[in-house]
């Protein structure tokens, strides 16, 4: 493709509006400005200074530019009117413009139709059909990255990307097993009660067992409860003794 193909604009001709130096226009960006100078582009076009003390001057946002920027691509507005592509691009976000038109689209099948564009599709379609060579290549990534923990950037996009979804019943079975086969428990459940501790409850006070077990003294006597073993300390409520049901 050539530059006379590259930079072709699909619906000229566009005029620049009447106007003078020193006259009023209204730009769709910066409202009604007063037109400075006349550029040299291509296509002659008013220029208006920005607002403010240190406003550069910039082409102005209406009549036949605005059709442009809204149906040709970025690099024949830019050619043509003498700008570069961020002038462009802000132009189009302003307009509200998509990032495939008219023109991008045109520019893109005109690109795909290359021969070197041809050549490309062509080996990477017979590489991703190769099994010979798809099947070494998985097993060098998956044997690369084995035992490796994961980045923490990683884990944080995972959950960013999971964050707000309701969980399926079959997601949750799923978790579920994976966490009991690993022994895990619930973060509420806590550390949970050896033989041993359970045989220091009320046979010591309960800050003893709190201070022996690593333990809280809530917890300590929370549990002591809940095996209704009464307190050696005297200052706890009492609990009756657990026995057999009647």
């Known amino acids: 493709m050539n530059d006379a193909e590259r930079f072709k604009l699909l619906h000229a001709p566009y005029r620049p509006p009447r106007c003078r130096v020193g006259g009023k226009l209204f730009c769709l960006v910066r409202g009604w400005v007063t037109v400075r100078q006349i550029s040299a582009g291509p296509i002659p076009w008013p220029v208006a200074k920005g607002p403010g003390r240190g406003g550069r001057p910039s082409l102005v946002l209406c009549g036949d530019l605005v059709k442009a920027v809204t149906r040709e691509s970025e690099i024949a507005v830019g050619h043509h009117w003498g700008v570069g592509l961020w002038s462009v691009w802000k132009w189009r976000r302003a307009l509200g413009v998509p990032a495939t038109n008219a023109g991008t689209s045109r520019l893109r099948r005109d690109y795909f139709a290359e021969p070197w564009a041809q050549e490309a599709r062509a080996k990477a379609h017979a ?17 690369s990255k084995q035992g490796k923990p994961r980045p923490p950037s990683v884990g944080r996009r995972v959950s960013e990307a999971l964050r707000g979804r309701p969980l399926t019943e079959e997601h949750r079975r799923k978790l579920s097993e994976a966490q009991r086969r690993r022994g895990a428990r619930p973060p509420k459940a806590g550390r949970p009660w050896a033989p041993q501790e359970e045989a220091l409850l009320g046979q010591l006070p ?41």
């Open 127 to 143: 590489q991703s059909r190769d099994p010979c060579r798809d099947g070494p290549r998985r097993e060098k990534i998956r044997a």
């Open 206 to 246: 309960d800050a003893e067992v709190a201070r022996r077990t690593g333990r809280t003294l809530g917890a300590v006597r929370s549990w002591r409860q809940r095996l209704r073993i009464p307190s050696v300390s005297g200052k706890g409520p009492r609990m009756r003794p657990r026995g057999p049901e009647a």
